[in-house]
C-alpha cells in the first residue's frame, strides 16, 4: 500500500483546512486509516481513524468538534476536514493504513503498517 497525503498549509487560527490522503496499491488489505501528526520536538500522536469498510470514526479528544475525517472508497481516498484550527494544531501530519484491527485498540503508532510522506499544517496566532 501506498500513501499520499496533500493540503496541507499555512491558515490563521479559527480558520480551516482539508488535507487528502491517497492510497494505491493493494488497498482491499487496509482496515482502517487514520492520521498522526508530529509537531517538532514532539512524539507522533493518532488524530482521527476511520474504519475503511464500516465507516466508524474515532478522534482524539484535541480534535473532537473541530476535525472530522472521511473516505471515498471508491477513489481510494482519506480526507480530514480541520476546522476552528489553533496554533497547538500545528505539525506535520501523516496518513496511516493497517490491515488489523488491532490499530483501533490505543491507537499507537506501532500498529500502522503503512505511511504517508507527510503533510505540513501551520497555524498563525
Known amino acids: 500500500v501506498q500513501l499520499q497525503a496533500s493540503g496541507g498549509g499555512s491558515v490563521q487560527a479559527g480558520g480551516s483546512l482539508r488535507l487528502s490522503c491517497a492510497a494505491s496499491?493493494?488497498?482491499?488489505?487496509?482496515?482502517?486509516m487514520a492520521w498522526f501528526r508530529q509537531a517538532p520536538g514532539k512524539e507522533r500522536e493518532f488524530v482521527a481513524s476511520?474504519?475503511?469498510?464500516?465507516?466508524?470514526?474515532n478522534y482524539a479528544d484535541s480534535v473532537k468538534g473541530r476535525f472530522i475525517i472521511s473516505r471515498d472508497n471508491a477513489k481510494n481516498m482519506v480526507y480530514l476536514q480541520m476546522s476552528s484550527l489553533k496554533p497547538e494544531d500545528a505539525a506535520v501530519y501523516y496518513c496511516?493504513?493497517?490491515?488489523?484491527?488491532?490499530?483501533?485498540?490505543?491507537?499507537?503508532?506501532?500498529?500502522?503498517?503503512?505511511w504517508g510522506q507527510g503533510t505540513l499544517v501551520t497555524v498563525s496566532s
Open positions: 476511520i474504519i475503511r469498510n464500516e465507516g466508524n470514526t
Open positions: 496511516a493504513s493497517a490491515r488489523s484491527s488491532v490499530a483501533i485498540i490505543g491507537n499507537g503508532v506501532n500498529a500502522y503498517d503503512y
Open positions: 496499491g493493494r488497498t482491499f488489505s487496509i482496515y482502517v
